[in-house]
């Protein structure tokens, strides 16, 4: 199953088509405003309004042999607890080996934007290339997925 954090993803299409090749089934979870896809292997997701619930969804169900996209860091460090493989949009990978670090990174950025209301930005624009290297990531994190859960 691929999980994606749908809200605010940018590779939404990306995602469906990496599934629809692998004949995978894929979750958008959100809390509304996406259009239905017409694909069988879709499913949308609507959780209720509120802060974190479509990432508590995700985070109750997803596990070994899944794929969640997410920018979420919190999220993320929960799906790589239980199991899962995770993915960002930009096809960087979170792992056991790095989620504490991008944690830590992330929680020292929040604390530098609240010291400094001045303080402008939020990364770099996402590119053409990292559409590529994410349907890359997500194809061959999908295919270990699925050697995991069959194996």
């Known amino acids: 199953m691929i999980w994606v954090d749908a809200d605010a993803c940018p590779v939404k299409e990306e995602a469906e088509r990496v599934a629809t ?6 979750a958008y979870v ?4 996406l259009r239905p896809s017409r ?11 509120g802060p974190d619930e479509a990432d508590k969804y995700i985070a109750e169900r997803a596990g070994r042999g899944d ?10 460090a929960k799906c790589v607890a239980a199991g899962a493989r995770v993915l960002r949009p930009d096809g ?4 056991e080996a790095n989620i504490g670090n991008v944690l830590a990174m ?3 950025m929040a604390d530098l934007r609240s010291a400094d209301p001045f303080r402008q930005g939020g990364g770099r624009p996402f590119t053409k290339a990292d559409r590529g290297h994410f349907m890359q990531a ?14």
């Open 39 to 49: 694909n069988p292997l879709v499913e949308m997701v609507y959780v209720a309004q």
């Open 21 to 26: 090749r692998l004949r995978l089934r894929i």
């Open 92 to 95: 960087e990978a979170l792992t």
């Open 106 to 108: 992330r929680d020292l």
């Open 30 to 33: 959100s809390n509304g405003g």
């Open 138 to 151: 997500l194809e061959r994190a999908a295919q270990a997925a699925m050697r995991e859960a069959n194996g």
């Open 67 to 76: 794929v969640v996209i997410t920018n979420d860091i919190p999220l993320a």
